[in-house]
């Protein structure tokens, strides 16, 4: 079941950590959050029960894209999968985000099924 799946949202919109998180705990998720990418990297650092990262790719300071770089450059944070999260659906922003690192991308507004299709194949 999903309830030993901890996903980490990391936006700088709460409205969106709020919409997102209701429904990933709808589907029995528990969910973490971040509104700034250095929390987000710091907390994965130290908490070793992060199954899924939700990653805005618009955000202030470090952006999605440094973000999963700096993630994937870690030994110790480097394999948990990464979900990108754009308003930025424009043409080239998937193949940006998987060159990134990530393993799955999802434009706003979120499809919530094809959502939680990504996750359930990346946990």
Do not use: H, W
């Not at 998720?29 to 908490?47: F, G, M, R």
């Not at 202030?60 to 999963?68: H, L, Q, R």
Request: aromatic content about 4%; overall charge negative.
């Amino acid at each position: 079941m999903n309830q030993n799946k901890v996903i980490l949202i990391v936006d700088d919109d709460n409205r969106n950590i709020f919409a997102l998180s209701l429904t990933l705990k709808a589907k029995g998720y528990q969910v973490a959050s971040c509104t700034l990418a250095k929390d987000a990297i710091q907390l994965l650092e130290v908490e070793n029960n992060i199954s899924l990262i939700l990653m805005d790719m618009m955000m202030p300071e470090i952006d999605g894209y440094e973000a999963i770089r700096l993630i994937r450059d870690s030994t110790v944070i480097k394999e948990v999968p990464i979900i990108a999260v754009t308003a930025q659906a424009m043409s080239g922003d998937r193949e940006k985000c998987l060159e990134a690192g990530a393993q799955a991308y999802v434009s706003k507004p979120i499809d919530v099924d094809m959502l939680l299709a990504e996750i359930e194949r990346l946990i």
